[in-house]
C-alpha cells in the first residue's frame, strides 16, 4: 500500500487533521493508495507559499530565460520517468499504461513548448495621441494560479497549465482529482527533483467540496485553469465571484464524427474505434455520436462490430489489452442504466451492453454500439464518459451539418470523406472547437484546444495560451523637459 502526502512550499505534508483518501484500483476494485487531503489549512498554506515564492525569492528573481531553462528540466524529468509516471497513473485511474507511459513521455513536450516561449513573451511600444509622452505595455504575470483537474488525463492536462503558467512567470497550486490523485504526488517528486524554488509549485489534492472550493475563492488566487465537467464549472464560476480571478474552462463533450459515402472504410472505421474505445471511452473528445450516410450505414456498422468483437478487454498494466476498466464503480453504474434507457428509448443493441464475463473484480464494461433511430435518446444526448458508441444514420451534408450541431456541447467533430471541397465546407460549419478530417483524436502543444457552447470557452495549448497567464501592463512616461504642470492651472 503506497501512501502520499501533499507537497506544500517544498515540503512533503499529511493533513493538520490528518485526513486521509483511499484510492481504488479501478482493475482490481481494490485500495491499493491512500493520500492527504488538503482542508482549509493546506489550502491556506500553499496559497500563501504560492504567493511568497511569486513575490520574493529566486523565482521572482528569474529571468524569463532562466525559467525557460527550468521548464526544459522538468520536461526533460517527466520524459526519464515516464514509464513510472505511466504506471502510476494506470494503477490509479484504470487507463491503459500503454497510454499512459505515451502520454507521458509525449506531455515532455508541452514542457518544451513553453520553455521556449518564455522569452518571447512582448510588450509593446504604442503610437501615443498625446504629446511628449512614451508609452508601452508589458506582459507581467497575474499572479497564484490554482490548477483544477479532472481524473482522466491528469499528467497531460496538468502540463497544459503549467507550461504556460510558469513559463509566464506565475505561481501554482495544482489540485489533482481526488478519483486518482497518485500520478500527481508522482509528479511532485519530479518537480523537486528539477529543482524548482520551494512554494513555485504547490500539488494537493481534496474532494470538490471543501477543497476546491476554498482553492478557486481563495482571495489570493489570480487564475483559475480548469478543466472538468459543466456542472462542476459553474461552481468555479460562482467562486470566482469572490476573487475575480481570471477564469479557463475546458469542459465536457459529445463529439460528432460524419461519415460520408465516399469515406475510406477502413480509415473511418478505425477513427471511429479511436473515438469511442481508445481511452475506454472516458475522452473528453470521444467522437461519440457517429453519423452514417446511407449508402455505406451497413457495411461501417458491420465492420465496426466485427472489430468490436475483436477488443481485447482486460488488465490496463499488460500490453495487449487494448480496453481496460472505467475509473469507478459510480461510473460503470452511469453507462450501464444509460445503455438500458436507450434501449427503452428504441436504440438497437449491435453489441456489448453488458460486463464481461470472468473481470467481475474491476469496473469492467464492453465496448457497445447502439443504433439509433433518432437524436432523442439518453447515449446521444449525454456525456458517457465510457466506451459507448451511438451510431445514426444521414442522408445530405446539410442533414448531417444540422445533426452534427445538435448538441448542447461543441468540443471536437471528426469528418471523414474523400472530398476535401466538402472537408472545408462541412469543418466551417461545424460548431466545434477542434476539427479533425480523416483523422481522429491528435493532440499537440502547437495546436489550441478547446470547445464551443458547454464545453467551454477556454483555449489551451498554442501560442496565445500563455497570454491567458499575463496581464498587460501600461506604463506612461513623460518625455516632457517641463516638470507635470499644475492641473488646476489653465494654459
Ligand atoms: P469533475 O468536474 O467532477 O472534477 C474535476 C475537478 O474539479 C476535480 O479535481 C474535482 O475535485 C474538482 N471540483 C469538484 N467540485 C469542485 C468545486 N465545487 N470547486 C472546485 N473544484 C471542484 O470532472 P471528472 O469527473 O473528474 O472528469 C470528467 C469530466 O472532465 C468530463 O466531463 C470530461 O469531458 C471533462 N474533461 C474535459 C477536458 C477538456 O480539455 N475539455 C479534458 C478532460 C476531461
Redesign the pocket.
Known amino acids: 500500500m503506497k501512501h502520499y502526502q501533499m507537497y506544500i512550499d517544498g515540503e512533503w505534508l499529511d493533513a493538520v487533521d490528518g485526513a486521509r483518501l483511499e484510492s481504488i484500483n479501478p482493475a482490481s476494485g481494490e485500495v491499493w493508495a491512500t493520500a492527504a487531503i488538503a482542508g482549509e489549512a493546506e489550502v491556506n498554506r500553499a496559497v500563501a507559499a504560492a504567493n511568497r515564492a511569486l513575490k520574493s525569492g529566486p523565482w521572482a528573481e528569474m529571468n524569463a530565460t532562466q525559467r525557460g531553462k527550468m521548464l526544459r528540466r522538468l520536461g526533460d524529468l517527466v520524459a526519464e520517468n515516464a514509464h513510472l509516471l505511466g504506471e502510476i497513473e494506470t494503477l490509479d485511474s484504470g487507463k491503459l499504461a500503454r497510454e499512459t507511459r505515451a502520454q507521458s513521455a509525449y506531455v515532455a513536450e508541452y514542457y518544451y513548448y513553453y520553455a521556449g516561449l518564455a522569452d518571447k513573451i512582448q510588450g509593446a511600444t504604442l503610437p501615443i495621441d498625446k504629446p511628449d509622452m512614451h508609452v508601452f505595455t508589458r506582459r507581467v504575470p497575474i499572479g497564484v494560479v490554482a490548477a ?6 491528469q499528467m497531460f ?1 496538468t502540463a497544459t497549465k503549467l507550461g504556460p503558467a510558469l513559463a509566464a512567470g506565475n505561481t501554482v497550486v495544482l ?1 489533482a ?3 486518482a490523485p497518485a500520478p500527481m504526488f508522482e509528479f511532485a517528486r519530479i518537480v523537486e527533483l528539477a529543482g524548482f524554488p520551494p512554494g513555485v509549485i504547490n500539488v494537493i489534492t481534496g ?3 471543501p477543497c ?2 476554498l482553492l ?1 475563492s481563495h482571495r489570493d488566487v489570480a487564475r483559475v485553469a480548469f ?3 459543466p456542472e ?1 464549472a459553474r ?2 464560476v460562482r ?1 470566482s465571484a469572490e476573487n475575480f480571478a481570471v477564469v479557463s474552462l ?4 459529445k463529439s460528432p464524427i460524419l461519415v460520408f459515402d465516399d469515406a475510406d472504410v477502413e480509415g473511418a472505421v478505425n477513427g471511429i474505434i479511436a473515438g469511442n474505445f481508445g481511452a475506454t471511452g472516458q475522452s ?1 473528445v470521444a467522437g461519440s455520436r457517429v453519423f452514417i450516410q446511407s449508402g455505406i450505414r451497413q457495411q461501417i456498422l458491420d465492420k465496426l462490430v466485427e472489430r468490436a468483437g475483436q477488443i481485447c478487454i482486460g488488465d490496463p498494466l499488460a500490453d495487449d489489452t487494448q480496453v481496460g476498466p472505467l475509473c469507478t464503480r459510480e461510473q460503470l453504474d452511469h453507462i450501464s442504466a444509460a445503455v438500458k434507457d436507450a434501449v427503452q428509448e428504441g436504440a438497437t443493441l449491435l453489441f456489448g451492453g453488458k460486463r464481461p464475463d470472468g473481470l467481475d473484480g474491476g469496473w469492467y464494461y464492453t465496448p457497445t454500439i447502439l443504433d439509433c433511430p433518432h437524436q432523442d435518446i439518453r447515449t446521444v444526448r449525454e ?1 458517457m ?1 465510457g466506451p459507448i458508441l451511438s451510431a445514426l444514420s444521414f442522408e445530405s451534408e446539410d442533414e448531417a451539418i444540422e445533426m452534427a450541431n445538435n448538441s448542447d456541447f461543441g ?1 471536437a467533430a471528426g469528418v471523414f470523406t474523400a472530398n476535401v471541397a466538402r472537408a472545408l465546407r462541412v469543418s466551417d460549419a461545424l460548431r466545434s472547437g477542434i476539427v479533425w478530417v480523416n483523422t481522429y483524436r491528435a493532440v499537440s502543444p502547437i495546436a489550441p ?1 478547446g ?1 464551443f457552447k458547454n ?2 470557452p477556454g483555449r489551451e495549448s498554442g501560442i496565445d495560451a500563455i497570454y491567458d497567464y499575463t496581464r498587460t501592463q501600461t506604463v506612461w512616461i513623460s518625455t516632457s523637459a517641463e516638470p507635470m504642470a499644475n492641473p488646476f492651472v489653465m494654459r
Open positions: 483544477v483537474v479532472p481524473w482522466n488525463a492536462l489540485k482529482s481526488e478519483m474532494f470538490g467540496e476546491g472550493r478557486t478543466t472538468g465537467g462542476t461552481h468555479i467562486n475546458e469542459l465536457g463533450g473528453c456525456e464518459f468540443l484546444f470547445g464545453s467551454g
